[in-house]
C-alpha cells in the first residue's frame, strides 16, 4: 500500500484559511511577510522535518505543496532543508481554488489506483507526528482489512499528545488529547475513490466515513505559536505550557526524533536580511 502525505508550505491560492482575505494580493502579503516565514521556516527545520526523518517505517512520501508565487529566497531556504530528505517532494502549485489544487497534488503521486488503497495523511509545516506514526498507520490498515469492502474511505486518528510552543528556550509543552486533529490522521482510500484527505475539514471526517480512533501512544505535537491560521481567526485556547525537564528531552528525541538543543540552537540565529515581497 502507499502511503502519502501532504503538507502545505504557505500555499497561495483561494480557501484554505480561516482568516480571511478579500484579494490574492492581501493573502500573499500576509503568507510572504518576512517574520512569518523566518517563523515557518525555523518551526519547519526544528520540529516538522525531524518527525519526518525519524519514521521508523521510512516508506512513504510526503507531498510539500508551496506556491508558484513564493519569492525566490524563501524556495531556496526550503530546498536546502529537505535536501538529503527521499520521502520529501516539493510541488509547486499556481494560485487555485485549495481544495482542488490539494486533490490535484494527491492525484498526481498516487501509483496504483485501481489495485490497492492508499493510505492518505496530512501535517502543518509546524507540526509533528510520532516517529512510529508511518509504522502504526499501515499496521492499523492491515487490521481493518474486513472493513475495505464495504466502505470507500476510512479514517485513522491518533489523537493523543501534546500542543507546543518553541522558541529560543527550546520547546514547551501541554499535554493535549484531541480528536481528528490535522496531525496523525490519516485515511484508507479504496482503489477507485478519488476523494482525499484534503477534501474534508478534518474536524468533520467522522461525519461522513467509519473512524478508527487510537489512543495508546503519544503521536501528535500541535504548534501554538504566533501565525497560526485558527489562533489569529478565534484567538484559540490557551494553556499553561512547561519547558522540557531532562527526562522529557529523552522522551521526545526517542518519541518525535527532536532535539530541543537543536531547538534552541535554530531560534537562536540571527534573523535573515528583510525581503521586500
Known amino acids: 500500500m502507499q502511503i502519502l502525505g501532504l503538507c502545505r508550505f504557505s500555499y497561495l491560492g483561494r480557501g484554505g484559511f480561516k482568516v480571511d482575505h478579500k484579494t490574492l494580493e492581501e493573502r500573499r502579503s500576509f503568507l510572504y511577510d518576512p517574520q512569518r516565514m523566518d517563523e515557518r521556516l525555523r518551526l519547519f527545520e526544528a520540529i516538522t522535518l525531524p518527525s519526518i526523518m525519524g519514521q521508523t517505517d521510512p516508506d512513504f512520501t ?7 508565487t513564493m519569492p525566490a529566497p524563501y524556495v531556496e531556504r526550503l530546498n536546502a532543508l529537505v535536501q538529503g530528505i527521499p520521502q520529501i517532494r516539493i510541488c509547486p ?3 487555485g481554488r ?4 490539494m486533490a490535484r497534488a494527491f492525484h498526481e503521486a498516487t501509483d496504483n489506483t485501481d ?8 501535517l502543518d509545516d509546524d507540526d509533528a507526528m510520532g516517529c512510529r506514526f508511518v509504522e502504526r498507520f499501515r499496521e492499523t490498515a492491515w487490521d481493518l482489512q474486513s472493513l475495505w469492502s464495504k466502505h470507500d474511505r476510512i479514517a485513522v486518528d491518533f489523537n493523543t499528545g501534546y500542543v507546543f510552543r518553541a522558541d529560543i528556550n527550546g520547546v514547551s509543552i501541554w ?9 496523525a490522521l490519516g485515511m484508507i482510500v479504496q482503489p477507485g475513490c478519488t476523494d482525499t484527505i484534503m477534501s474534508h475539514g478534518h474536524h468533520k471526517l467522522w461525519t461522513t466515513m467509519p473512524t478508527m480512533t487510537l489512543t495508546d501512544e503519544d503521536m ?3 504548534g501554538h505559536n504566533d501565525f497560526n491560521d485558527s489562533r489569529l481567526k478565534t484567538g484559540g485556547n490557551t494553556f499553561d505550557y512547561q519547558p522540557l525537564t531532562a527526562d522529557q528531552e529523552l522522551y521526545f528525541k526517542k518519541t518525535f526524533n ?5 531547538v534552541r540552537e535554530i531560534f537562536s540565529r540571527p534573523p535573515p536580511e528583510p ?3
Open 62 to 68: 510526503l507531498i510539500v505543496v508551496t506556491g508558484e
Open 93 to 95: 502549485y499556481p494560485p
Open 98 to 101: 485549495h481544495r482542488n489544487v
Open 115 to 122: 489495485i490497492e488503497p492508499c493510505l492518505q495523511f496530512r
Open 175 to 183: 499535554p493535549y488529547k484531541y480528536q481528528y486533529s490535522a496531525i
Open 220 to 222: 501528535m505535537m500541535r
Open 258 to 262: 527532536i532535539d530541543n538543543a537543536n
Open 275 to 277: 525581503l521586500a515581497i
